[in-house]
């Protein structure tokens, strides 16, 4: 599907979100058979013409000024990253982005020291699509043992979605995947052209009925911080903060912490998560994805304990 279908279709699912009440609009006559404002209404209160708003959602118009999508957005009530991703679908309209990832996502040295340093709490570094490209041995032992994975399959949201052991472990497992499948739809409409996040889309559609109502839906986020609530199997309940601090000499990488109040017990199951977890991992063992393909494997050095199995497929979301 074309950016300028996905920027249409984007409008028309902001539109059905909203009623007249909430969009303060004198709603139109007649009955209404779909829920949201109508196109007239939406037009109206964005100052434009009907027949101008209906060419924006059938993708007829993709050059509109940004003081007119400064006032669709006013009139959807879009948040900043829904007009951000808005733009970014506008952006990508003509498809003239060149197909392909833009190589292998690498971390830096002095960012893997990091890691190393803050042992006491949970730290991953994601990357593009959710991808999952260094952590620590506590993040290892809180979440998922994401080294072992076969590369393809080392990605947050596909562990999140895909895995019954994500459902066990997060208590407010539906809240914690929408949101990774929203920050996955930011990144499509960054990178709309990226073969590997739509075979990554189209395998969490196919396999998880959850994840077509969320992209159906055409939510998007990027939490900068929270909080979440786990019910880990060998050290109980834990409610952990988490920030998430882009990187600034690579902005599609993140680097997610995750922290316990102090002398609280979850801070105490952090600690014992830790004293329980296995070996440190091997040094200069690495996680890295390649966009390409064709040749997405992981340059990673064996640990001592010899190549990792591959972790059997996850059981499709019923």
Not at 13 to 22: T, V
Not at 116 to 139: K, M, S, T
Not at 290 to 307: A, L, T, Y
């Amino acid at each position: 599907m074309g950016q300028s279908a996905e920027f249409g279709l984007f409008l028309k699912a902001m539109r059905s979100r909203l009623s007249p009440d909430d969009a303060a609009a004198a709603p139109t006559a007649g009955a209404r058979r779909v829920p949201g404002l109508r196109r007239e209404e939406v037009a109206r209160l964005a100052g434009v013409s009907t027949d101008y708003y209906v060419r924006l959602e059938q993708g007829r118009n993709i050059h509109p000024s940004r003081t007119v999508l400064a006032a669709v957005s006013r009139a959807l009530r879009l948040d900043s990253t829904e007009h951000a991703h808005m733009l970014d679908l506008l952006e990508n309209c003509a498809g003239s982005a060149a197909a392909g990832g833009t190589g292998v996502q690498g971390v830096r040295p002095a960012l893997r020291q990091l890691l190393g340093a803050v042992g006491e709490v949970p730290a991953l570094v994601l990357g593009r699509r959710g991808d999952v490209l260094a952590g620590n041995p506590l993040a290892n032992s809180l979440f998922a043992d994401f080294p072992a994975m076969p590369a393809a399959q080392r990605n947050l949201t596909r562990w999140l979605i895909l895995d019954p052991a994500a459902r066990t472990l997060f208590r407010d497992w539906e809240t914690v995947a929408a949101e990774a499948a929203g920050a996955l739809r930011l990144d499509v409409g960054r990178h709309p052209n990226d073969p590997q996040a739509n075979q990554l889309v189209g395998e969490l559609a196919v396999n998880s009925e959850h994840f077509r109502q969320w992209w159906a839906g055409h939510h998007v986020a990027t939490p900068s911080a929270g909080s979440v609530r786990l019910h880990h199997p060998a050290v109980g309940q834990l409610e952990l903060n988490f920030e998430n601090l882009v990187l600034p000499d690579d902005p599609d990488q993140t680097l997610r912490v995750y922290s316990a109040r102090p002398e609280s017990p979850s801070s105490d199951a952090l600690l014992l998560l830790g004293s329980l977890g296995a070996e440190p991992a091997a040094p200069g063992r690495e996680m890295a994805v390649d966009r390409n393909p064709g040749q997405r494997d992981c340059r990673e050095v064996p640990s001592r304990g010899g190549p990792a199995a591959e972790a059997p497929p996850p059981a499709p979301d019923r």
